[in-house]
């Protein structure tokens, strides 16, 4: 009986608090993801396309930027415009070209940083 009454009181009084940590937690989260798909960006940046053997390695980093995207819900939603593009690159290797990786690269960091600054502002 007296655990039960400190959960009401805790819920009852320290929701505020409580709701800050949850907050922090998602926010802790999202920003870990960002900097994954960033650092993944950075990668692909340092491989070129016209080069068979990092073509291969660009195609994989594509493949692991288009499963971490699509295994998110809000990164799904925000990144959606390029998700068919990403597939293409990884299916279709012929498809991949220093140019076109360079502007999906390019593109996908833009997205990243709106939505940054947009959940930065919804807080």
């Given at each position: 009986?007296?655990?039960?009454?400190?959960?009401?009181?805790?819920?009852?009084?320290?929701?505020?608090?409580?709701?800050?940590v949850?907050?922090?937690?998602?926010?802790?989260?999202?920003?870990?993801?960002?900097?994954?798909?960033?650092?993944?960006?950075?990668?692909?940046?340092?491989?070129?396309?016209?080069?068979?053997?990092?073509?291969?390695?660009?195609?994989?980093?594509?493949?692991?930027?288009?499963?971490?995207?699509?295994?998110?819900?809000r990164?799904?939603?925000?990144?959606?415009?390029?998700?068919?593009?990403?597939?293409?690159?990884?299916?279709?290797?012929?498809?991949?070209?220093?140019?076109?990786?360079?502007?999906?690269v390019?593109?996908?960091?833009?997205?990243?940083?709106?939505?940054?600054?947009?959940?930065?502002?919804?807080?």
């Amino acid at each position: 009986i007296v655990d039960s009454g400190i959960d009401i009181y805790i819920f009852v009084f320290k929701k505020k608090e409580i709701s800050s940590v949850f907050k922090a937690l998602i926010n802790y989260t999202r920003q870990l993801t960002l900097t994954e798909l960033s650092s993944k960006l950075d990668r692909l940046n340092e491989l070129n396309a016209n080069d068979p053997s990092q073509k291969e390695k660009a195609i994989n980093i594509f493949s692991e930027i288009n499963g971490q995207i699509k295994g998110n819900k809000r990164l799904r939603e925000q990144f959606s415009e390029v998700i068919s593009e990403l597939e293409s690159y990884c299916v279709l290797s012929s498809r991949v070209t220093e140019p076109r990786k360079r502007s999906l690269v390019s593109q996908i960091r833009e997205i990243i940083r709106s939505y940054d600054v947009d959940t930065m502002t919804k807080k």
